[in-house]
């Protein structure tokens, strides 16, 4: 048997086989259930082998120790299988095994290998941008899919997911221009495509082109919102945009209605829900009582610790409410992690506690402190994961804590690169006035 893309499959159902490709198209799009899809088929055929390994890769690249059960289960249903696996299944079975165990860099490179070995395997190449995402490698998230580019083409299943994929990785390797042509290119072979429709988002985001960022997200609304998996990330762009024009009223809608109103279930729901309130607070907003829904949901995940991105936002709620001993907690996580072993311990090392200590230290007014530990964060910040658009929130609280401190020299510097940037967005004609202020 083979797969949508040629594939080989070692299960001889055709019913099980066309039920992961639907699993699969839905992973690739961000839309539906792909759990349900291939969930189904596996009770028809608990002998699937890459069935089981689907979902084991779904389950451990949420980021949610929450879900780490349900990937658990799924590795300890196919490992039995793999006697009976074939070379691609086999690898794929090692690499999700190596992130469950925490290797997230070493499971990321054995992605990419099967992606070599297998260029049309459209699961290897997501799965490890994702895993590139997660650690902040911003040239492999363009060039881990330009090794398989030229494997894909309009007759191949799949095709458009792929642009959309590499529109992504040339956004962040600051390439606006083409990543946004494929993107576009993407949603117009797809519609529902909401990865090509996040990677032109991102573009219209991070060169301050609000205008068009509302017209894009409004246009792209109905492809990817409805049904959709990533339509709370979408949206919080949309609210970054909202505050770049200064329009605090719509982004508090969007984070109610489209953000908080899924019911932040998931860790990576909960990073949106603080990146987007810490940016209002920060900067003098009341936020009123949203702060202790998203505290309450990070409370449960204090002890977690397979994330210093995940972590660093979980302080920025207990910071926000002056829970100083969750706050305590969550850096004790997160000291615990940098002292051990694997990829997560490289992550809170370098980059995940100098910016929490660099947050909880602002919660306490302390802003020259603030500042010190984030300047100590920033250069490294990559190596916690996210985006340059998500990161940036280090940046932000930073300058605001330079002016708050009266650090006219430091404020005056970091001004410099947010002008560069969104010189007409309206929290950087604000910290201009006051950096103009010190100065005088």
């Known amino acids: 048997m083979k797969d949508a893309q040629g594939n080989p499959v070692s299960h001889g159902a055709v019913g099980a086989v066309a039920a992961l490709d639907a699993g699969v198209a839905l992973l690739n799009a961000f839309r539906g259930d792909p759990v349900r899809t291939v969930g189904a088929a ?6 699937f082998a890459m069935g089981h390994v689907f979902l084991a890769a779904l ?58 070995d297998y260029p049309r395997d459209i699961l290897a190449i997501q799965v490890a941008q994702q895993g590139d995402f997660f650690q902040g490698q911003s040239l492999m998230l363009r060039d881990r ?3 398989v580019a030229k494997h894909w083409g309009p ?16 956004e962040e390797a600051g390439e606006y221009a083409r990543a946004e042509m494929l993107g576009r290119e993407a949603i117009s072979i797809n519609f529902q495509d909401s990865w090509a429709a996040h990677a032109v988002a991102h573009v219209l985001e991070m060169e ?8 894009w997200i409004e246009t792209t609304a109905p492809g990817w919102d409805d049904d959709g998996l990533l339509g709370y990330h979408l949206w919080w762009h949309a609210g970054l945009m909202r ?10 809608a969007i984070y109610d209605w489209h953000i908080a109103g899924g019911g932040l279930g998931q860790a990576l729901e909960l990073v949106d829900a603080s990146a987007l309130l810490w940016r209002l607070w920060t900067v003098g907003h009341d936020v009123g009582a949203r702060w202790t829904e998203v505290a309450d949901k990070w409370a449960l995940r204090l002890e977690h610790g397979i994330s210093a991105f995940n972590d660093v936002h979980a302080v920025m709620a207990f910071v926000a ?25 490289m992550m809170a090392r370098l980059a995940g506690l100098p910016s929490a200590r660099g947050f909880a230290a602002f919660g306490r007014g302390d802003y020259a402190g603030a500042l010190a530990h984030l300047l100590e964060a920033m250069p490294r910040a990559a190596a916690f994961g996210g985006s340059h658009a998500q990161r940036d929130v280090l940046s932000w609280t930073a300058m605001e804590a330079a002016v708050r401190a009266g650090d006219r020299h430091a404020a005056d510097a970091l001004l410099a690169e947010r002008i560069v940037r969104k010189p007409e967005a309206v929290p950087t004609r604000g910290w201009l006035r006051r950096t103009q202020a010190l100065a005088d």
């Open 42 to 47: 596996l009770k028809a055929h608990p002998d």
């Open 59 to 116: 389950f451990a690249t949420a980021m949610d120790k929450a879900l780490e059960p349900h990937a658990m289960r799924a590795l300890a249903a196919a490992e039995p299988l793999m006697a009976r696996a074939n070379e691609r299944e086999r690898a794929h079975f090692a690499a999700v095994k190596r992130w469950a165990d925490g290797d997230i860099a070493g499971a990321t490179e054995g992605w990419g290998r099967i992606a070599m």
């Open 145 to 147: 899919v330009l090794r």
């Open 155 to 170: 007759s191949v299943p799949g095709h458009g997911f792929v642009l959309g994929m590499l529109a992504f990785g040339h």
């Open 208 to 215: 301050g082109r609000v205008p068009e960022g509302f017209e």
């Open 243 to 252: 505050i770049d024009h200064g329009n605090v009223t719509e982004a508090f």
């Open 321 to 345: 409410l002056g829970l100083d001993r969750e706050v305590n907690q969550q850096i004790a996580t997160l000291e615990r992690a940098a002292a051990g072993d694997g990829t997560n311990a």
